[in-house]
């Protein structure tokens, strides 16, 4: 690799893949075991084995990285435990895809072939997930990596499923499910999504079977009349009780169906009768349960229909829509159409609409087990961020319904439940029994069903920690901290993680949750690998760098809301990056031209916490400056200062800089504890950018020059350069851990070292003042010589005009350092006096500024230039006063056109009266 240090910018090429490597080497992804300090535990929500990660994991993982390298530099034991997820629909339409293609069946193939091929479609994809989580740089455990079908996972799902059964909590029962026709399985309602679709409102004329009239049903299905067991309408419907019990018969078919009186049926929507259909609809389906309606299903599994629909069988659901419309019109019993936007069930991983669906399924009772969980969130035992998911889940968990955790597939945890041939006995076993415990016989069949993928993703918090094994891991690491993840999942893992950790180990899964934004294109769609428009990580870490990446990540996404991400984003985190090595490079030469020590002796190395306040006392800075100074770079070095600094040598510039330097750790601690982390990283982002670089080393660059105060100020930039360092470890790793192994007095991987803190009192508040007071001058004189048109290396005079002697004898101390950073040649401070002829006017506070421009502008050019500006604008101003007393422009332009240019005009007016001004002044 070449020598980074030669490059004119930053380049993370070898620089992320020695540091992960050095980190791995060093064992520090594995919780300190010597510490004290209670540990700090994130579990990573898996990602689905089914490609590649996209952006939303970037900033999932990013996050995560951020919180358990700031807890591991406060000293806290930290481990963030990896693992990835079996995703039994998204992997089994991935691998029935790829087989299609090579002109293999799945269900011809068998299940035992099926299941090799996931298997080895898992491991390809894991390898490739796992390079890219370690690219990002994040620091998990990868000794305690798991897997949700691992054996000890597999263990963990049996064993809950055998508890929560033995409790009577789950059960088998015939049930209306959501059904998807594609993957043929019954998914849950939070896998449905609703989908607001323009269809049709067909009513349909339902004869009397005695042939004197008819009822006119409303529906928007009218494929579904063959599965109708009933007409329904409220039993207290003036209008139309009376029709209760009599018989219709049922359009197209050699049926007779009653009526019968619901509360369901509203008398004031549609027409008043409700056609019911038992086994195709929740509603129609609680209909039939409290009347005994017969539950005839008239679609086969894959949405076609079956024998029921007469001469329609064999048609797919659509198609028999429209088949079944024609014949109703040909019969004379449809009476009417109506257009009718409504919302669609769709599934959310293939996005075929849902059918309701009669079938015989296995549910999880959930209202015992959202009792505690919600009574965890509600007293503050589980904190939310942002808060306002409180109430979102609070809602879900008061309104929760059984759980369908059976699925139709192969790929997954088997059902672990045997039926015996002989005599019918359900058996429910860890493992495979070898004969029937009722009757002896050895013929057992297991359910061919798998369940849901949630099923073991909410064990999450404690099947990785070793449950359901009593292991050390499980009993120092869980509770764990915190949960980070996006709030589309709210309700399919969190809710259930909760839940799940209180029935089987009494206790919360974590303290908080911190919900993610969605990451999403320029168009506003979610990105995921689903829709293809997410790039690879990989790629992006190729050209920017992962810290570059990262930064860009979580500085701009405010906690819980989406970003809309555009790859021209990461420039920021780029030229950061690149901002960051410059200052290191400005500093460290100087360093080394000023002769100090390359190397610097750090003694046992800088404590595992660094709270500056109990380094240096409340006052000490004013009272002491240099004993605080060296008290302050032990602290954070864990060496002696490699120079001689006297209470005198810290000048305006420093004092500020290590005042605004306190205000900053402490508003970075804070951001961060709060779970503000854009906020916590732009804090340090403004102040190294702006402060340190922008103010600090251009203040500070004579003096670096000079053998008498090179020492002093250079001290002071490494002092601020290493807490910088530490301070946006977390963020950017790899870029502060090759620049803190630059620093002389570095010792160590900055990753196990302290992270900054301050509670104290701010030091150097005054001086503070005084130097942005001087800030608030100079950029006065800046806007001034851009108004006049100086030239960059043009210098001259300034005159500052205060309004007591006493201000002058203060801001004089100053005045240097005012010339300076104007780029002017001089600056005078006076009290009182006459206006300066012909020169520019600022105000900053009570100080008046005068720019003369004799020697900075030829004042004939310059009135020249003026002049023909002036003339530009004017041609300009005539055209648009033309423009808008044309009545006919006037009449048909849009309203915020005209207004457009109404602003326009008296905004180049008053910009006109101000350059002839400017050429008044230059007259004087």
Partial sequence: MADIRQLAQYSPSGI?????????????????????AEPFVITLPPPNVTGILHMGHCLGGSIQDTLIRWARMRGQPTLWVPGTDHASIATEQVVTKQMAAEGLDKREAGRDVFLERAWQWKEKSHSRITEQIKRLGCSLDWSREAFTMDETRNRAVTTAFRRLKEKGLIYRDV????????DLTAISDDEVEYREVQGSLWYLRYPFADGEGHVTVATTRPETLFGDAAVAVHPQDPARKHLIGRMVKLPLTDREIPIIGDHHADPEKGTGFVKITPAHDPNYFEVGRRHDLPQIICMTPSAMMNEKAGPFAGLDRDACRQATVTALEEAGLLEKVEKH????GHHDRCGTVIEPYL?????????????????AVQEGDIRLFPDRWVGVYNNWMDNIRDWCISRQLWWGHRIPVWYCDGCGAEICAGDTPDTCPECGGGQLTQDSDVLDTWFSSWLWTFSPLGWPDETADLKKYHPTSVLVTAADI??????????????FLGEKPFGEVLFTGIVRDEQGRKMSKSLGNSPDPIDLMDKFGADALRCSLVMLTPTGQDIFFDEATLEVGRNFCNKIFQATKLVLGSWDEAGLPAEIETGQGAPRTLDIADIVADGAWEQAPAASFNALWQGVFGGELPMTVGDGDLQLEDRW????????IAGCDNNMGKRRLNDAAYEVFNFFRHEFCDWYLEAIKPRMRDSEQQQTVLGVAVLILGLNYKLLHPVMPFITEELWSWLPPSGGFIMNSSFPQFSGEVPFTADCRAFEEIQEIVGVIRNLRNELGVQPGRRGRALLRVPTAAARTELARGADLIALLAKMEVVEVVCGGEDPAQAGVGVAGTVEIFLPMKGLVDLEKEKARLAREVGKIEGWLKGCRAKLANEKFTANAPEHVIRQQRDLLAENEAKAVRIRERIAALDV
């Avoid at 992320?16 to 004290?36: I, N």
């Avoid at 079938?359 to 009792?371: D, G, I, P, T, V």
């Avoid at 709210?490 to 029935?503: D, H, K």
């Fill in 175 to 182: 049930y209306l499910v959501n059904w998807c026709p594609h």
């Fill in 657 to 664: 800089i290590l005042s605004r330097l306190h205000t900053m």
């Fill in 490 to 503: 709210i309700f399919f893992w969190v809710a259930r993680m909760v839940m799940a950790s209180y029935e």
């Fill in 359 to 375: 079938s015989k399924q296995w549910f999880l009772k959930m209202e015992s087990l959202a009792e505690p969980a919600i009574k």
């Fill in 341 to 344: 936007v409504h919302q669609v």
């Fill in 16 to 36: 992320e893949e020695k540091w992960f490597g050095a980190w791995e080497a060093a064992g520090l992804f594995a919780p300190d075991e010597t510490l004290a």
